[in-house]
């Protein structure tokens, strides 16, 4: 391939090899092999469990057994939560019998998710003493394996219906704008393997090393945020947790049982967590097996192997509001189009935020978080923070165009590692300046899905969307712009 393919094709493959700079198989196989090989002396009898967990979890595995089959070490027994079954001839579909796979509910908990987290207490009940388990976490774990806390289902009567506190909790939070840290930082506290507590839970049953494998889906790439932490401590004291939850204003956004759980109400102090010195942290060792950067600069390399003339990494996360960051994005290509030698990739990567609000700017929420569709409209909102970006840059390069060419030599890909941008079919967009045109032509109206959280639909009007279909690893967002000589 050269870069005189079209851009769309030239940018899906850049796509294409960040994805593959994160995979999740050959990266874990070689990590375990490694932890295994650093311990001579650990007895070739000691039981040996894995769990995986997120949406690299069918890969993560099977990495993890091909490298235990190479160190002729028997597994006695694990479990893969994962966010789909993995079709025939994927990474993860052959799977051992003896390895049960369950699918929870993403990126809103429901009745899987409690199942799935059920089944991983059971199998905490039934390891042997001494034994080691492996913990493979990736993006997505908080949700497919999320259950209440003791506590906050004695508050609500059962199980189940703390469950569809804890699911109201989780769209309260996605609709509200904060960054998947805060958000993790607060989902935590009620989750029932959040903040450590798998870690100590299977300690007690008789764990004596928890090594963890990390694909991570956070800015920063912290443990205690990525999957919500289940075998990291919470590093919020709780007056630091309290006052997160009034900076964000939970005390009018939750429910009433979540918010006395959450110790909002008066009636009581935070949810309690594993303390950071618990003796069971001392048996667990972290190993970060991919992240963003490392898909950034696969498809960076990627562009230079495709003969770009000029690849730029952009080293700065992309934080904070998905549209501000489209707009943005979209004038730094134009600003630095004058100045084009030849072909030319800006590379950046991260996790913006999508902040909701319709065109007289009142919240798209009712006060418990849910999402609400304006009275104006029956269509529901569909779309996702890449969906959101490209559409805002698309938009800007549109506005551009009218005085200067130059807007038409850009084209921006905007997606998910994990092939999916929010709850849709989509991975995010590639776009330019002629896809808010075309959209038009279609019946829509832009400017009005990109202000009310329905960008997927001018993007698929457009034929814009980028649907490769689920990847199997998930380190955040990659955008490439392109701007041809």
Known sequence: MTTS????????????????????????????????????????????YVIALGKAAPAMMAGALDALKQLQRAVHGGLVVAAHEPKRGEVGSDLPSRIPLMVGDHPVPGPASL??????????????????????????????CAAPIATLSQAAGDADRAQAHVANLAETLLASGLAIHEMNAIRRRVLRWGAGRLAV?????????????????????????????????????????????????????VERVMGTVLGLEGAGDPPRVPNRDHPAFARVGYTLVARNADAVQALADEARALGIAHVVVQQTPLEGDAAELGDQLARLALQAAPNVQGDTVLVCGGEPVVNLRDTTS?????????????????????????????????????????????????????????????????????????????????????????????SWFPLDAADALLRPGPTGTNVMDVVALLIRG
Do not use: N
Not at 405 to 417: E, N
């Open 5 to 48: 393919q079209h851009p769309r094709a030239l940018l899906s493959a850049l796509y294409r090899a960040a994805v593959q700079g994160a995979a999740p198989f050959p990266r874990t196989r070689d990590a375990v092999h490694a932890w295994f090989t650093a311990r001579p002396s650990l007895s070739e009898h000691t039981p040996v």
């Open 115 to 144: 199942d799935a987290a059920d089944a991983l207490d059971e199998l905490a009940h039934r390891i042997d003493e001494g034994s080691v388990v492996l913990v493979l976490l990736s993006g997505g774990t908080t949700s497919l």
């Open 201 to 253: 839970t299977l300690v007690q049953h008789g764990a004596e090393h928890v090594p963890v494998f990390a694909i991570s889906d956070v800015i920063g790439d912290d443990p205690a945020v990525i999957g919500s932490g289940p075998c990291s401590p919470d590093p919020l004291d709780d007056a630091t947790f309290l006052a997160l939850l009034d900076a964000h204003d939970m005390r009018s956004r």
């Open 362 to 454: 009142r919240a798209l929420s009712d006060e418990d978080g849910h999402l609400l569709d304006p009275s104006w409209s029956d269509e529901p909102l569909r779309g996702g923070r890449m969906q959101l970006l490209a559409l805002s840059a698309a938009l800007a390069l549109e506005a551009a165009a009218h005085g200067d060419a130059r807007a038409w030599k850009i084209t921006v890909m905007a997606a998910g590692t994990d092939g999916r941008d929010g709850p849709t079919d989509a991975a995010g967009a590639i776009v330019d300046a002629a896809v808010p045109a075309l959209a038009r032509r279609a019946g829509r109206i832009p400017e009005d899905d990109l202000s009310t959280g329905r």
